[in-house]
């Protein structure tokens, strides 16, 4: 078994990661970024089960579109989607640095096709803009916008050497339809 | 702290569990009893039972402390020993307060279950039913003065023999004496031996020691017994080797069946010390103090009567048997399952050692073991089928008791005649089939079976016949529901399709008779307008045949009007683990459960013809309509074209499809995994399987697939296609 597995560790508890009116400037959010179609992405940490290569992906006849189709991951079955084509973007070949992540979304472990995993993010407070905040028509998905600093949160060298922004999604509606 | 409680939790389990056998039994026995009733010859020893069982279940309800469970078996018990001593007549009213007690029992034990705790159930009302049927009398006295029985005999019984001579001779049973000498060496082996001869012919009723000439090895001992078989008959079951049966004379000088031939009793002093050293039946006091019964206080005097013939009144069941939680077996088997992707595995390091020389000796070592493993793997997993499978009975059983309810609220005479309850199945499958047996059961009772009347007008017989039978057909269990009442009239039943928006009127000419009945599954139908609290109570048969899919059977209906109704589901053997044919469409893989499969066969593309816009093939005589899988899943194709084809002709009941697929892969054992919740509205699969080799291949619900072809949604898409 040569998956890559990276285990979910919960730094801080769900409730306290959610804390936006903290005061210090604390970490409040730690995600696991990713890219799709040169967007970058970002999970909660704590809803994020397991990285894999991907597998052979067993396509399911009648099923909606979005969904790649199914894999066994240990005995379970699990339906994999493509985030491309539920964010409704260009469909591109799955090429080497393409990951499935295993994701919680509360009902059941699903698995996300994306294009590159980039790292685990620890933000604090005031490198996060909420969606209530930014206003307009953001979809139900999309919790917010996150900012790292160039900063000792990030370790990723290609992260500290720009200055980047990720959309942080949440999986429940995202993946819930 | 949880230590102590989930000893109790145990504890209350064991109870329960055990409890639970028990009522079941009694249920069991007390059906034969009904149907023993009403043919005028209840068993009497069946009553024992009863009565033993209830005796049991006081006792074990005392000690665990769920004293509603035991004042119920109490009075039931007091009961229950006058109905075995003749106090009391066994009638149908008696009957219907004794099921009454089994449906008290499950529900004291349900509440038991569910809230840990014996809860208050108002049990007043039945206490006032048992004591009223209590109170309703025995039988008058029969007189044994027309018998020429000797009053010495006469003084030394008890009153449950007494009980039951007076019965035999007030029934007409004539009586006989068989005299025989035993050896007191062999005599408990050499009663039992009779005992086993006479039970299907005769009654014994008691047996004494003869004062005859007797010395120290051997004894003579008298048995009275009843029976309508003739002498010479008695004479070769139970005679030969000095012992001699001859009927007991009439003193009014009726004949008895078998002429009588005069002759003297001959006198058997009571004895009451001899008595109990020669009669083995009635147990000796030394084993009852090995397993004392639960309670000994409020035991009733003549407790030993109760255990003639039978086992020992014990608190626990001496099994060798445990009950298992059924989600651990299927943890086994996705272990098992597990097991055999690592001997695949396995088996593909082997050959890559087996392609350096320097270490064929190695590998063919490691080959050898690995077949070791395969060999025991399968055996396992046979072993843990082998576990999850439970005879229909357990269904069966209960069913019983709603035939006798329904049939009883509606006034209707119906005798149940059950065959093949042993056949097994999956746990899960039985547990499954409770709720919708049950409904086809008072449907058929309601519906199907007429009142009394309206059957002699017909020239039926009055009581109507509801059969009950299962059988094992190839990797299916089929249980057929077949009542001889009204039937169905296909004009009636598409009427009423039509106004209950079923089908339109128009679509008549298109429809076969089979179709036709098959529209009391569809959504929406009821024949009757008023809703009765019988049939009208809980599902249609729309979901009846839901839930049958669901577990991968089919149900069909066919029914002659006047005649009657039989409705046949055929399901798997098995859900957890199944055989299955791999096939290959358009380059994907797919598999199709082997239940469903007829046979398998090359496609012959010259001999399609197509009927109204679909494709079919001759098989054998009958029309067999073609579905392609490519077309009916639209996959599109990944390679070429390939030459051949195949049919896998897929049954299940009277309907047959053709799935054309590409290529045959074989069989393989598989377990069947469910899809997860966001595919759960993606219809024609019953879930995924994992194929080694990080295969993982769709199982095809083969009965939904055929419904669906059938139903003609793929017509459309086949009509396209050339072949």
Do not use: W
């Not at chain 2, 066994?90 to 099921?99: A, I, K, S, W, Y």
């Not at chain 2, 094992?472 to 001889?484: A, L, P, S, Y």
């Amino acid at each position: 078994m040569s998956d890559e597995i990276v285990r979910a560790k919960t730094v801080l508890p769900a409730a306290v990661a959610h804390q936006v009116g903290s005061a210090e400037p604390e970490i409040v959010y730690e995600v696991l970024a990713f890219v799709i179609a040169q967007e970058r992405y970002a999970l909660p940490l704590a809803s994020v089960r397991e990285i894999l290569k991907v597998p052979s992906i067993t396509e399911v006849p009648r099923a909606p579109r979005d969904v790649l189709g199914i894999i066994s991951v240990r005995g379970r079955i699990i339906t994999v989607v493509d985030l491309r084509r539920r964010l409704r973007m260009a469909e591109a070949a799955i090429d080497k640095g393409a990951r499935v992540l295993l994701v919680d979304d509360g009902r059941e472990l699903l698995g996300l096709l994306v294009d590159r995993v980039l790292s685990v993010y620890r933000l604090r407070q005031d490198e996060v803009e909420l969606a209530a905040v930014m206003g307009g028509d953001t979809a139900d998905y999309v919790t917010g916008i996150g900012r790292p600093k160039a900063s000792k949160g990030t370790r990723d060298a290609e992260a500290r050497t720009q200055e980047e922004m990720l959309i942080l999604l949440d999986p429940g509606p995202l993946l819930r339809r | 702290m949880a230590g102590s409680d989930d000893r109790k939790d145990d504890v209350r389990d064991e109870f329960l569990a055990e409890a639970q056998e028990i009522v079941e039994s009694l249920s069991r026995d007390l059906l034969v009893l009904d149907q023993g009733q009403k043919e005028g010859h209840p068993d009497p020893d069946l009553v024992n039972e009863v009565f033993r069982g209830v005796h049991t279940l006081k006792g074990i309800a005392g000690m665990f402390g769920y004293h509603q469970v035991g004042a119920v078996a109490h009075a039931l018990e007091d009961l229950l020993d006058d109905l075995r001593l003749g106090r009391v007549e066994l009638t149908q009213d008696v009957l219907d307060v004794l099921f009454e007690g089994v449906e008290n029992f499950q529900r004291l034990l349900g509440e038991a279950k569910g809230a840990g705790e014996s809860a208050d159930v108002d049990l007043s009302d039945y206490a006032q039913s048992i004591e009223r049927v209590s109170a309703g009398g025995g039988r008058k006295e029969t007189s044994l003065e027309s018998y020429d029985l000797d009053p010495g005999v006469l003084a030394v019984l008890t009153e449950y023999e007494e009980h039951r001579l007076r019965t035999n001779v007030e029934q007409g049973v004539p009586l006989f004496r068989l005299v025989v000498r035993l050896s007191l060496a062999s005599i408990d082996t050499a009663l039992e031996s009779l005992k086993t001869r006479a039970k299907p012919l005769a009654e014994i009723i008691t047996y004494l020691p003869s004062m005859g000439e007797s010395d120290g090895d051997a004894i003579d001992l008298e048995v009275l017994f009843a029976s309508r078989a003739s002498a010479e008959r008695l004479e070769e079951v139970l005679g030969g080797d000095g012992a001699r049966v001859e009927p007991v004379p009439r003193k009014d000088g009726h004949a008895t069946v078998p002429p009588p031939e005069r002759a003297t009793v001959t006198s058997a002093p009571p004895a009451p010390t001899v008595a109990h050293v020669v009669a083995p039946p009635r147990p000796p006091p030394v084993p009852k103090t090995s397993a004392p019964p639960p309670i000994s206080h409020d035991e009733p005097e003549d407790d030993e009567e109760a255990e003639i013939g039978g086992d020992q009144l014990s608190v626990r069941s001496v099994t060798n048997t445990v009950r298992v939680d059924i989600r651990k077996l299927d943890h086994l088997m996705n272990v098992v399952g597990e097991l055999a992707i690592v001997r695949s595995a396995v088996a593909r390091i082997t050959d890559r050692i087996r392609a350096r020389p320097e270490l064929r000796q190695l590998a063919l070592e490691l080959h050898r073991v690995n077949r070791g493993f395969e060999r025991h793997l399968g055996e396992l997993q046979d072993g843990i089928l082998d576990v999850r499978m439970v005879p229909l009975r357990q269904v069966f059983d209960r069913l019983a008791r709603v035939v006798r309810q329904v049939a009883r609220e509606h006034e209707k005479e119906i005798r149940l005649a059950v065959t093949g309850a042993e056949t097994e199945v999956d746990k899960l499958i039985v547990e499954e089939l409770s709720d919708p047996l049950m409904h086809i059961i008072r449907n058929a009772i309601d519906h199907g079976v007429e009142k009394p009347k309206v059957r002699e007008l017909a020239g039926k017989p009055s009581t109507g016949t509801l059969a009950l039978n299962a059988y094992q057909k190839g990797n299916h269990v089929v249980i057929e529901v077949e009542d001889d009442g009204a039937g169905m009239s296909e004009d009636k039943l598409f009427e009423t399709a039509v106004r209950r928006g079923v089908v339109t009127e128009d679509s008549r000419a298109d429809m076969t008779r089979q179709e036709i009945f098959n529209l009391i599954f569809q959504p929406g139908f009821t024949t009757r307008s008023s809703i009765t609290d019988i049939s009208g109570r809980g599902m249609g048969m729309d979901v009846v045949k839901t839930n049958i899919n669901r577990l991968g059977g089919i149900v069909d209906v066919q029914s002659e009007h006047g005649i009657g109704t039989k409705l046949t589901i055929t399901l798997p053997v098995t859900l957890a683990i199944i055989r299955a044919l791999v096939v290959e469409v358009s380059g994907r893989v797919f598999c199709i459960p082997l239940t469903a499969v007829q046979e398998a066969l090359l496609l012959d593309a010259r001999a399609i013809r197509t009927v109204e816009g679909r494709e079919v093939l001759t098989l054998r005589g009958g029309t067999l309509p073609l579905c392609r899988l490519s077309s009916l899943f639209a996959l599109a194709p990944r390679r070429e074209r390939p030459s051949k084809r195949y049919v896998v002709v897929t049954s299940l009941g009277q309907k047959r499809v053709g799935f054309v697929v590409d290529g045959l892969q074989g069989q393989q054992d598989i377990v069947i995994k469910a899809l997860g919740r966001s595919l759960s509205r993606v219809r024609g699969f019953a879930g995924a399987t994992d194929l080694g080799d990080q295969r993982v291949a769709l199982v095809v619900d083969a009965p939904a697939l055929m419904e669906e072809v059938l139903g003609g949604a793929d017509r459309v898409l086949t009509a396209g296609e050339v072949s």
